[in-house]
């Protein structure tokens, strides 16, 4: 059985987002989740404004 976890991506500016994207942070957590047995239940994203 795999352990639910919720992923968290950020950026706080807009030149971090180019550097490390929201998506690039969700893929590499999904790929971390996948490889040490989590399932993805929920995934949270904070956005520069």
């Given at each position: 059985m795999l352990t639910p976890?919720?992923?968290?991506?950020?950026v706080s500016s807009d030149r971090q987002d180019?550097?490390?994207s929201v998506s690039a942070?969700?893929?590499a957590l999904k790929e971390y989740a996948k490889a040490n047995?989590?399932?993805?239940?929920?995934?949270y994203v904070d956005e520069a404004e």
């Open positions: 976890a919720a992923l968290y991506a950020r180019v550097d490390l942070q969700l893929r047995g989590y399932s993805v239940a929920r995934e």
